[in-house]
Every structure is written in structure tokens, then in C-alpha cells.
């Protein structure tokens, strides 16, 4: 095929960030949502580690210097911590599970009758360790993928791009997420000075000068953003009538309840029959509750965020994740949850692995974020 003469070709490549085309926070958790959702259908180890793989690719590649953006890290130990608490507690408190492979054994507590299933010591099996790690694994990708949302969703601009009905909740955020690093900096200033004077910094009675000052300087903040909010005319409603108030109570109660009964759907063994269109009706019911609702703000937004196509094609891969792996496991339960009795190994199945990789499409066409200098 012939190209016109001075035509270039160039790789199709995501292009760099900045405030125009910047990825909409709400992508971002629609994303970590979806690969939290695979990780919740699953315990096998593999797969886990595959969605951690995925997370923590994405998060390395698109995440950017903000002070947010360092949380990754700490989501991670979390997990990490979730995982030893688990085996801490199945060593500590037994487990149903039963086993031949005996590893170890220890004294045990008598305990009453009325704490059966409960012990303390005894024997302990390789079967009773393999499950609580799988279990543990489990609840780990779901914190680290949460993590990952964290890392690359600005809060502000997610609280920025809430409905006109939740449009009070998340001023009032916002707000907090202002003044929490000024008193940090207020309790540093004043230990700092008094370190200088010579005075002691620890201590009830040191804590007690130190938090006065930086109660009254929160104060002060407070009544001077209350006041520039009331001039900028915030909490004023409109008029709306009776019975779409209560069209949007009915939405967004009945919408939420959905969501509540689809999530349980979703995450029980054998609720995803019912549990994926319930949770679509109870959205669609709480969004429409909130547009309703929405009525009452006279607002209007300064350079909102769009909802692009690169923001379509990074949510989609998250629920593509989801639907794949909830797929998977009605169809194949056993390749997702390998057998503890009798304890074998994992293997990696090949169509939820490939599904899986499907989340590092935003690795791909989100924007990259600018390089610091």
C-alpha cells in the first residue's frame, strides 16, 4: 500500500498526560474493582499472583509522583500482614480442615463444651497451613488491588466528579483531606519550637500545649472557609417537586439494597447466576436516583473531567476481568479453587490466566504521566 509522499509513520503509543486528557479517576476503581472482583471468585495461588502481577505492573507504569500515589507500598505490607495474621490465628485456633500430613503438634487447652469447634494447640497439618494461606491470598490481592486504585485515582478530582446529590459529601472530604497535612504541620512547627525553647515534647502534658494551639488554628481555618463558602453561595438548593423526591428516595434505597444483594451474589459459591443482573439493576436504580437527586444542586463545574475513550477502554478491561473470571469459575470451579484434602498442587489454567492479562490493557493506552524533574 502506496502512502502519500511526506506521510510518517507512527506507533500508535498512548500519549503524555496533562490536564486536558487526563485518565478519569472513576476509570481507575472501575479497573481495580474488576481485578478485585477475579481475585474474590478464586483461591488459587497462581492466579492470585498473576493479579498481583498485574496490579503492580499497571500501578509501575502509569502511577505518577503525587503524594497518593506512594501507597501502593504500604497496601502491599498490608497484605502481606492479612496473610501472616491468617496463619497466626489457624495456628493458634485450629482449623476444620482435615489432614493426614501432620507437621508439628503441640499442647492442647481443654476448653468447655460451649466453645466447640474452637481449640487452642494440638496437631497441625500441612492441609490446615495450605488452606489458610490460600485463604489469606485471597483477601490480600482484594487489599492490593484496592491499593493499586489508590495509587493511581487523584482523590481529589474523583470527589471532584461525584453527583450533584453526593455533591455536600464531598466538599466536606475534600475539606478534611485539606486540613489533615496543615496540622500536621502545625503539631511539627510547635514541637520543633519547643525543642528549640528547650521544652520537653513527649509526655500527657506536652501533648496537651501542643494540641491547644493546634486546635485553635484548625478553628480559625474552619470558620474562614465557612465563611468564603457561604459567599460563594454553597448550600443552596433548588425547588423540587414532592414526587420526585420520592421517586429518588425508592431509586437510590432500592438501588443500593441491589448493589448490596448482587456484591453478596457475586462473592458467594453459588450466587453468580443472580448476583451479576442484581447488581446491574441496583447501579442502574442508584444512578438514576442520584441523577434525580442531583436536581437540587445549582452547581455548575469549572473544567470537568471527561469520560473518554482511553477511560472506556481502562474500566472495560477491569469488568472484562470480572465477567471472565466469574465465567470461569461456573464453568470450571475446580481449575480456580485447587484441592487442600487431598493436598495437591496448583496449577495455572490457561483461559483464566489469559483472562487475567486482559487487565494490563491500561498499562497500554492510558497516558503516561509526566517525568519529574
Not at 495461588?45 to 503524594?67: E, F, I, N, Q
Request: glycine residues 12%; aromatic residues 8%; hydrophobic residues 50%.
Amino acid at each position: 500500500m502506496a502512502f502519500p509522499s511526506g506521510t510518517t509513520l507512527r506507533p500508535l503509543r498512548a500519549p503524555e498526560a496533562n490536564r486536558s486528557n487526563a485518565l478519569h479517576a472513576g476509570a481507575w476503581w472501575l479497573w481495580a474493582l474488576g481485578l478485585a472482583t477475579a481475585a474474590s471468585r478464586t483461591t488459587n495461588p497462581l492466579l492470585l499472583g498473576l493479579l498481583v502481577g498485574v496490579a503492580g505492573y499497571v500501578v509501575a507504569a502509569r502511577r505518577t509522583d503525587a503524594p497518593w500515589a506512594r501507597s501502593y507500598g504500604a497496601f502491599v505490607k498490608l497484605g502481606l500482614f492479612v496473610v501472616a495474621v491468617r496463619l497466626v490465628f489457624t495456628m493458634a485456633l485450629g482449623s476444620p480442615i482435615p489432614g493426614t500430613h501432620v507437621l508439628f503438634t503441640v499442647p492442647e487447652v481443654p476448653l468447655p463444651d460451649w466453645v466447640q469447634g474452637v481449640r487452642i494447640g494440638g496437631r497441625f497439618t500441612a492441609e490446615q497451613l495450605v488452606f489458610a494461606l490460600y485463604d489469606g491470598a485471597k483477601l490480600a490481592t482484594l487489599l492490593i488491588c484496592v491499593g493499586a486504585a489508590n495509587a493511581l485515582a487523584n482523590p481529589a478530582r474523583l470527589l471532584k466528579s461525584l453527583p450533584g446529590a453526593l455533591y455536600e459529601a464531598g466538599v466536606a472530604v475534600v475539606v478534611a483531606m485539606t486540613f489533615a497535612p496543615n496540622m500536621v504541620a502545625d503539631v511539627v512547627r510547635l514541637r520543633t519550637a519547643r525543642r528549640l525553647r528547650g521544652r520537653p515534647t513527649g509526655g500527657v502534658k506536652a501533648v496537651l500545649q501542643i494540641g491547644l494551639p493546634v486546635l485553635e488554628g484548625a478553628l480559625e481555618r474552619s470558620i474562614a472557609v465557612a465563611a468564603s463558602m457561604d459567599a460563594r453561595g454553597y448550600g443552596r438548593t433548588a425547588e423540587v417537586p414532592a414526587a420526585v423526591r420520592r421517586t429518588t428516595n425508592v431509586l437510590t434505597l432500592g438501588g443500593l439494597l441491589g448493589v448490596c444483594a448482587g456484591s453478596y451474589g457475586l462473592l458467594a459459591a453459588s450466587g453468580a447466576g443472580y448476583g451479576f443482573p442484581v447488581l446491574v439493576g441496583g447501579l442502574l436504580a442508584a444512578a438514576g436516583g442520584l441523577a434525580l437527586g442531583g436536581r437540587r444542586s445549582v452547581r455548575t463545574r469549572y473544567r470537568p473531567d471527561r469520560w473518554g475513550v482511553r477511560a472506556w477502554l481502562v474500566a472495560g478491561s477491569g469488568v472484562a476481568v470480572a465477567a471472565l473470571m466469574i465465567w470461569a469459575a461456573a464453568y470450571d470451579p475446580g481449575a480456580l479453587h485447587p484441592g487442600v484434602v487431598p493436598l495437591t498442587a496448583p496449577q495455572l489454567p490457561l483461559w483464566p490466566a489469559l483472562s487475567v492479562l486482559v487487565g494490563l490493557v491500561p498499562a497500554f493506552v492510558a497516558p503516561v504521566p509526566k517525568e519529574s524533574s
